[in-house]
């Protein structure tokens, strides 16, 4: 069984579209988070779910949305699509303080 | 805020042959936890190992050890008999112990090759 999982792995789409990425974790965790990887491969923190409730939102443009419907679950909807929001998005997800465990990961090519 | 370097971009090992990896981390945290994630061609973020701050004694996961230096802020990876599945990006990860958010501070990686 996938222990986090994101759905789609692949998105391309066109500049000004609006798109959504959802993550889905089965291991009790209650806190999910969403990371941006660069072409660069530079990994960096965006936002930070605790019990449904929103911890941290690390300077992400407004465009960006999360919404957690609840403990297994958090989605990422991004507003009129930039060149620069192209890269591979993560979800990740932990219990506590404890490490994280990260999803496959969803290239987004906005064209 | 915290910062982590990886000063190696690219290294590459022999195939059976052993490599370190560096990894140094600035912070004015006492309570902390450091991390190397694996990242193969797959693209999938694998945990190696986990080291916690307050313990002396260094982390060991099979073929994989580190050395941590707490006071030179060092968190260098060892792989010992490299194997050609081994070659990925390699990420140096940094935790706050007490952060609510709990998030990872990330270094910029590096990529091992693992030669036959």
């Known amino acids: 069984d996938t222990a986090v999982s994101q759905t789609p792995k692949y998105l391309v789409t066109q500049m000004g579209n609006d798109k959504s990425i959802k993550c889905e974790q089965n291991l009790g965790h209650d806190t999910m988070y969403w990371y941006k990887q660069d072409s660069k491969k530079f990994l960096k923190i965006m936002f930070s779910y605790n019990n449904k409730e929103l911890i941290i939102n690390e300077t992400v443009p407004n465009r960006f949305s999360p919404k957690s419907p609840d403990k297994a679950h958090l989605n990422l909807h991004i507003n009129s699509l930039e060149l620069g929001d192209s890269a591979v998005y993560f979800c990740?997800?932990?219990?506590?303080?404890?490490?994280?465990?990260f999803g496959p990961g969803t290239r987004l090519t906005v064209l | 805020a915290q910062t982590v370097t990886q000063s190696q971009p690219e290294m590459s090992v022999q195939e059976a042959e052993t490599v370190t990896l560096s990894c140094t981390y600035d912070t004015s945290e006492s309570n902390y936890y450091l991390f190397w994630y694996k990242q193969p061609p797959s693209r999938q973020m694998i945990l190696v190992i986990r080291q916690e701050a307050y313990k002396q004694q260094n982390a060991t996961e099979n073929r994989f050890s580190v050395n941590f230096q707490k006071a030179a802020k060092s968190f260098s990876l060892k792989i010992s008999d490299s194997q050609l599945g081994d070659t990925a990006m390699y990420f140096c990860?940094?935790?706050?112990?007490?952060?609510?958010?709990?998030?990872?501070?990330f270094g910029g990686g590096t990529r091992l090759m693992v030669k036959p």
């Open positions: 990740a997800s932990s219990r506590g303080v404890r490490e994280q465990f």
């Open positions: 990860a940094f935790m706050k112990r007490n952060n609510a958010g709990n998030m990872l501070t």
